[in-house]
T-cell receptor, first 120, second 113 residues
Framework: GESVGLHLPTLSVQEGDNSIINCAYS??????FIWYKQESGKGPQFIID???NMDKRQGQRVTVLLNKTVKHLSLQIAATQPGDSAVYFC???WGGGANAGGTSYGKLTFGQGTILTVHP | NAGVTQTPKFQVLKTGQSMTLQCAQD?????MYWYRQDPGMGLRLIYY???????DKGEVPNGYNVSRLNKREFSLRLESAAPSQTSVYFC????????????FGSGTRLTVV
């Protein structure tokens, strides 16, 4: 199976600072990793993803780092803004299988989330 | 585009009552999912439908049933609600089963008393 944990349940930063949110996973067979952002009263929103054949991937103000040796994933947000305040989840795919119809599927396991608060 | 639409947004049920949560997507996605979100538990998969005409159990299927009505709609039914089913329920969809950048709906907050 897969268990996903976060090092800190809450993170408070000042506007303009860089934020780092961490995630640990347990299954070395995990091959795909996603970060989601969830604002209050809304569903999770895809931020960025990375596959296991990569160590780093960058988006707009966000960077995901993957360390497969220690099974650790991080999300870095540059120049954090008040609008970045939300709960951030990592999700890890560890393979899944095939259903009765032969269609392959993955199994995403979500972490518990880190609450990011950005102070003006 | 509306994306993924869930109804209702809020619901209070008495123990033993039944109800159906509705989900519809307008993105022509093949795969649809139902998750529940509980404090400190993250999101857990209840059921999914890899494509129209197929449904499969996820991590926590007990007490639930699903119907993939057509390509757009995927409903979740609670036949006899229990307090342990108090949660926020999210529907999601993706282009194909192995595409993991799911699009989520805004959720249904269900309370069972």
């Amino acid at each position: 199976g897969e268990s996903v944990g976060l090092h800190l349940p809450t993170l408070s930063v000042q506007e303009g600072d860089n934020s780092i949110i961490n995630c640990a996973y347990s299954n070395s067979a995990s091959d795909y990793f996603i970060w989601y952002k969830q604002e209050s009263g809304k569903g999770p929103q895809f931020i960025i993803d990375i596959r296991s054949n990569m160590d780093k991937r960058q988006g707009q103000r966000v960077t995901v780092l993957l360390n497969k040796t220690v099974k650790h994933l991080s999300l870095q947000i540059a120049a954090t803004q008040p609008g970045d305040s939300a709960v951030y989840f990592c999700a890890v795919n560890w393979g899944g299988g095939a259903n009765a119809g032969g269609t392959s599927y993955g199994k995403l396991t979500f972490g518990q989330g880190t609450i990011l608060t950005v102070h003006p | 585009n509306a994306g993924v639409t869930q109804t209702p947004k809020f619901q209070v049920l008495k123990t033993g009552q039944s109800m159906t949560l509705q989900c519809a997507q307008d993105m022509n996605h093949n795969s649809m999912y139902w998750y529940r979100q509980d404090p400190g538990m993250g999101l857990r998969l209840i059921y999914y439908s890899a494509s129209e005409g197929t449904t499969d159990k996820g991590e926590v299927p007990n007490g639930y049933n699903v119907s993939r009505l057509n390509k757009r709609e995927f409903s979740l039914r609670l036949e006899s609600a229990a307090p342990s089913q108090t949660s926020v329920y999210f529907c999601a969809s993706s282009v194909r089963p192995t595409q993991y950048g799911y699009t989520f709906g805004s959720g249904t907050r269900l309370t069972v008393v």
